[in-house]
């Protein structure tokens, strides 16, 4: 199957959370009992909600997106460039408009896709649910209701790599290393994405690290089809 899709027709995409606000005591009293409710069965009796709250982030209806990098890989000079562009900030509405515009315009082109690893049970909801969240259109891509599962246009590594083993996890960390790609996590791991942006207020070194994932993710696909990796010279931030 993967002979045939062209790497130069997916957008690889990744995305950075937080909770949406930096402390449990900044909630709403209305939110707080909804997140105690929640955190309770995710966390346990043991820990409290306020403990809890660091997890938030991975949930859409208690975190928000902080960053969203998108990555193209496009034929220039006789070799390939992946071409990143991230949608960040403090402002959710707008990086998802600017993110969804950029989107809706890559999509709008026969035989395209959109790839990540995991994204078909975190990113791409994710990204759906705040969009609804903020009262702004899905684009056609991302929405899924109704439509057969040929027509969903979601490619994720880590399904390929499960080779039909649906209980099977593997994290892009441990896949890049065994595959010989560099690691992406030469900074800042997911776990410290929250104080990096409450605590540092650098939300600029996320989208670096954002922008790390998506490269890591569009050579796993590289190797998972047998072609050659990209060259670091040829990773162009736009």
Known sequence: M???IAS?????IDIETVPEHPAFDNLDDTMKALWEKKSSKISGEDVTAEEAYVKAGIYAEFGKIVCISAGIIK???GERTL?????FGHDEKKLLQDFSAALTNFTSHPGTN???????EFDFPYIARRMLINGLQLPDILDVAGKKPWEVKFIDTMDLWKFGDFKHYTSLNLLTHIMGIPSPKDDIDGSQVASVYYEEDDVERIARYCEKDVLATAQLFLRLKGEPLLKPENVVSV
Do not use: A, D, Q, T
């Open 114 to 120: 959109i790839c990540g690893h995991n994204v078909r």
């Open 2 to 4: 993967l002979n045939n």
């Open 83 to 87: 071409r990143v562009k991230s949608f």
């Open 8 to 12: 130069e027709k997916i957008m690889y």
């Open 75 to 77: 034929p220039e000079n």
